[in-house]
């Protein structure tokens, strides 16, 4: 579902149960969608308690295809969360309190080859139906792996484009079915937050 927001115009994305019939979403979650993943950024974590891996992203969507509610990611074959997205069935798209921003930050710029992720990155990693998220994340997006594809840069129809592709790996562009939200309640100082505007109060 679309709506426009009052302030200026802002695309919502409304997950709820009348939205998606017969999928169990517990959670309304509304976000400004078109800035969320490039202003916010967040963790795309993927594997079990006993080996996972977990990096930034800041390109992503979320929408529908095939009559199921998605988010999808960008990721370069390079990544070490790669090998992690490419093994395991589900993955978790989670998004943190502007105090995370450095935090973020760094696990965006090391690899989980050179660093010890799970006990270094300062977050608490919890488990969540089987895959993994971190107990500090505002929302967690808990994704079914549906599709994945090469991004591939022969494709390219806007040449501006292709400056992403000249010194670096391609990209495979994963769609996750969303099959469960986990949304922190919001207290009242996290709502005073004027970071923290993509983020509502449940109805
Ligand atoms: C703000 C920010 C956004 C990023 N977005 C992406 C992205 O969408 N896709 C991607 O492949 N890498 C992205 N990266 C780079 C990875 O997070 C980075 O290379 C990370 O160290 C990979 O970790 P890994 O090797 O443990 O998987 C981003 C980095 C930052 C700082």
Known sequence: ML????KSVIFC?????KYIKGVKVIMNFETD?????DKKWALLTAGDKDSFNTMTVSWGGMGTIWGKPVATVYVRTSRYTHEFMD???YFTVSFYPEEYKKTLGVLGSKSGRD???MNDSGLTA?????TMTFEEAEVTLMCRKLFMQRLDPSNIID????KFYENDAPHDMYIGEIIDIIKKPVNKANFDDPHNELFVEEP
């Open 3 to 6: 709506l426009y927001g009052f």
């Open 13 to 17: 994305v409304i997950l709820d149960e």
């Open 33 to 37: 969608i078109l800035s969320i993943f």
């Open 87 to 89: 093994r395991e069935g």
């Open 115 to 117: 660093m010890d992720k």
């Open 126 to 130: 919890k488990e969540a139906a089987g």
């Open 159 to 162: 040449k501006d484009v292709c």
